[in-house]
């Protein structure tokens, strides 16, 4: 169990007794389910749907279709968009390929990427390139550069640098736009407003720091630069400092946990900065596993009370997935992974299976009752990316546990 005399662990009892608990239920309900619905797993022809439904929503142009309706008579402009959930859909593409699955996508992949260094990367100062993010497609009164969404386009486009489609100096410029954006302490500045040529240090966005971290481990990868590494740690701890008194209430991040993942992975962390990272992230699963709705005979089995949601779940599971690989202790891999197969199975259950938008994922598990609003229905290419990304990490750990 948690060594609760440890300084470096944040769990207290009462976590233990929601383990304890989820232990008994989830081993209750799920047993008797989990295994007969194996056969589905590790969830091909699911990937493989909503794969074709992304690759069907590439215009020639490399623009995606961000959003449709599952009743094929609503239809939208491709005017409201986002930058950033373009890049989270082309490191979705590439991570489908790098699990080993198939490169049919790959040259659509190629030009949605050119399209997004095109229309939204942007060179500021002599060394910096931001993403930029549109007053006429977000909605916001002036151009700005998240900082996460350079994160996340690191994740996405640093494969293009090893693929010859991208010079290392505009990937080098995204982690430079990050740096500028950390503090002192380690937090990132949420935006830059490109009018005053300077960033927000008031506005807060809980995932962009991970992003930014993710992004810069991927820059890291690819040009091995102790200040990228630095920049990593800095960022992580900040957020494990900043985050491990907030008990149950603890945002679900898992842009932060796959960081953690990695470095723990590459031995680039040890000793307290890795028993406090591992403390992290088992203390994030825990108020999700708490939540989980484990009863066979619940409509929602494999969701969360609170949470219906596709797009979220998907993250959940991506974040789990690497928590799984964080923690030493046995039998939270065991709750993790039981809680994995039920909740990739919910978002089997979930995804539109036939029509033109087969493999599309709407907005809410509800989009299938009567009287819900259109918005229920909603199918946005980021719905679909964390999905696929979710049944992915789960599958990787099926296969190299050989539970499949």
């Not at 389910?33 to 797993?41: A, D, G, Q, Y």
């Not at 350079?150 to 010859?164: D, F, H, Q, R, S």
């Not at 995204?174 to 008031?202: C, H, Q, R």
């Amino acid at each position: 169990m948690f060594d609760l005399t440890s300084p470096t662990s944040y769990i207290p009892t009462i976590f233990l007794i929601i383990v304890g608990t989820f232990v008994s239920l989830l081993w209750k309900d799920a047993k008797k389910s989990t295994h007969e619905n194996t056969w589905e797993l590790p969830y091909f022809s699911e990937i493989a749907l909503s794969m074709n439904y992304i690759n069907r929503n590439i215009h020639p142009d490399g623009r995606f279709q961000y959003r449709h309706n599952v009743d094929p008579e609503i239809t939208y402009e491709n005017n409201t968009y986002n930058s950033l959930r373009h890049a989270g859909t082309l490191y979705a593409m590439y991570e489908y390929e790098k699990y080993g699955l198939e490169t049919k996508f790959k040259d659509n992949r190629i030009i949605a990427s050119k399209y997004f260094i095109d229309r939204y990367l942007k060179k500021i100062g002599d060394d910096k390139y931001v993403v930029l993010s549109l007053p006429e497609e977000e909605g916001i009164k002036f151009p700005i550069a998240k900082s996460g969404a350079a994160g996340v386009a690191l994740c996405a486009l640093c494969n293009l640098y090893e693929e010859k489609e991208l010079e290392l100096s505009v990937l080098r410029g995204l982690g430079e736009f990050i740096l500028s954006m950390i503090n002192e302490e380690g937090n990132v500045w949420a935006y830059y407003n490109l009018e005053t040529n300077e960033p927000d240090k008031n506005a807060e966005a809980i995932f962009y720091p991970g992003e930014a971290a993710a992004g810069l481990f991927y820059l890291y990868e690819i040009d091995p630069q102790q200040k990228w590494l630095d920049a990593i740690k800095n960022i992580i701890m900040y957020i494990v400092h900043t985050r491990k008194t907030m008990d149950l209430n603890i945002p679900f991040d898992h842009w932060s946990v796959l960081v953690i993942e990695k470095l723990l992975a590459r031995k680039l962390v040890a000793g307290k900065d890795a028993d406090e990272m591992r403390a992290y992230s088992e203390q994030m699963a825990i108020p999700a596993l708490s939540n989980q709705i484990t009863n066979p005979k619940n409509s929602y089995y494999g969701a969360f009370m609170d949470n219906i949601r596709p797009c979220s779940l998907g993250t959940i599971m991506e974040g789990l997935a690497s928590i799984y690989f964080c923690t030493e202790n046995e039998q939270l891999k065991t709750i993790i992974s039981k809680s994995l197969s039920i909740g990739n199975y919910f978002l089997a259950r979930v995804q539109v299976k036939t029509g033109i938008h087969a493999g599309g994922l709407p907005n809410s598990a509800n989009w299938v009752k009567p009287g819900v609003t259109p918005n229920a229905s909603i199918i946005r290419i980021d719905n679909v990316q964390h999905v696929v990304l979710g049944w992915l990490r789960y599958q990787h750990i099926l296969k190299i546990t050989g539970q499949y």
